[in-house]
């Protein structure tokens, strides 16, 4: 159950799109399934879910948010960059082995 | 509005145990199976457990098998943690987390968390 790699930093000007990758592997990420989700938590914050199924966005979160999947990566892209999407960005997955489930180390993304 | 409340967290000797136990409001738990995740400090989240809605089936992560034990009591909405032979990489915010049982890998609601220490 290795975490899934995330860049520790992505940052972009307002207005800029930017995307944060999430590395996994065959028994994850790049299983035979797209149950892959993020993430968005703001310093001292429960997460929040905003991708789900590699690319559905839940009821209520901004169309800026969209999600992709190629082989073993997963990507999270926010288009038009706001304040106040400065936050840690996770990844999750589903796993193979016994039903379990795995994260990314986090990716805190700067508005500059 | 949803509400999950953490609680039990604290600062604990290495070897000892701790029972943390979430608290849900405005949602009806025999519709979610419910995970603990954890977040060390200055790190990301790290996946801990998941019982299914009426508890028969139960899924631990490697670094807490044996040791870490899940349950819920659903007549009084709430979820549990039982913590043994903790251990000072143990320390972290603990938050409870729903998922609709019909997608176990969608994190819907989430707790604030509770901090654990293990420290002697």
């Known amino acids: 159950q290795s975490a899934l790699t995330q860049p520790a930093s992505v940052s972009g000007s307002p207005g800029q799109s930017i995307t944060i990758s999430c590395t996994g592997t065959s028994s994850d990420v790049g299983g035979g399934h797209n149950f892959v989700s993020w993430y968005q938590q703001h310093p001292g914050k429960a997460p929040k879910l905003i991708i789900y199924d590699v690319n559905i966005r839940p009821s209520g979160v901004s169309s800026r948010f969209s999600g992709s999947k190629s082989g073993n990566t997963a990507s999270l892209t926010i288009s038009g960059l706001q304040a106040e999407d400065e936050a840690d960005y996770h990844c999750s997955s589903y796993t193979d082995s016994g039903g379990t489930y795995v994260f990314g180390g986090g990716t805190k993304v700067s508005v500059l | 509005q949803v509400q999950l409340v953490e609680s039990g967290g604290g600062v604990v000797q290495p070897g000892r145990s701790l029972r943390l136990s979430c608290a849900a409001s405005?949602?009806?738990?025999?519709?979610?199976?419910m995970h603990w995740v954890r977040q060390a400090p200055g790190s990301g989240l790290e996946w801990v457990a998941v019982?299914?809605?009426?508890?028969?089936?139960?899924s631990y992560a490697d670094s807490v098998k044996g040791r870490f034990t899940i349950s819920r009591d659903n007549s009084k909405n709430t979820l549990f943690l039982q913590m043994d032979s903790l251990r000072p990489d143990d320390t972290a915010v603990f938050h409870c987390a729903g998922s609709p049982d019909s997608a176990w890998h969608n994190f819907e609601y989430w707790g604030q968390g509770i901090l654990v220490t293990v420290s002697s």
């Open positions: 019982i299914s809605y009426d508890g028969r089936i139960k």
């Open positions: 405005g949602l009806t738990l025999t519709n979610y199976a």
